[in-house]
């Protein structure tokens, strides 16, 4: 069920919305001679401290959205756990920051609310490629981060 009143043009117009909010976030910069593209969420990520609550905090906005829109709660938590888990990646020194190139919470929430909003219009979303060498790439960056972690706590490192 949508938000009170939300006719589907406001609802369209929310849509729109979001899609640039996240595009911005996750993919809104290119990285010059490549087809990867970064958004300010990675940027913002590599200032020590502050810049992976900083990014948790603008990917949070969506899950705002998603709760004004009356997004199901089975639909909130995968969201939340997108953000958090982007969070985590974070904190990893360098594995962290290059993990922002693959990991793109904020596009995997919108895919999530669209998916629902869309149920909700009668629209289906049309179905997403997946990219088997970033899901790699992600495993590796995962690997590394279980093994620096393991090293650091062991005294190893």
Known sequence: MTGPNKTDTELDATRQRLRRYARLLDSGIGVPGTRWQIGIEALIGLIPGVGDLAGALLGGWLVVEAMRLRAPGRLLAKMIGNVLFDALL???????????????SNR??????????????????????????????????????????????TGGG
Not at 109 to 131: F, I, K, S, Y
């Open 90 to 104: 974070g904190i990893v020194p360098v594995l962290g920051d290059l993990a922002d190139f693959v990991f793109k």
């Open 108 to 153: 995997r929430n919108l895919q999530l609310l669209d998916t629902h909003l869309g149920g909700q219009l009668g629209v289906m979303e049309p179905a997403t490629r997946r990219h088997r060498g970033r899901w790699l790439l992600l495993a590796v960056i995962l690997v590394l981060m279980g093994y620096w972690l393991w090293r650091s706590s």
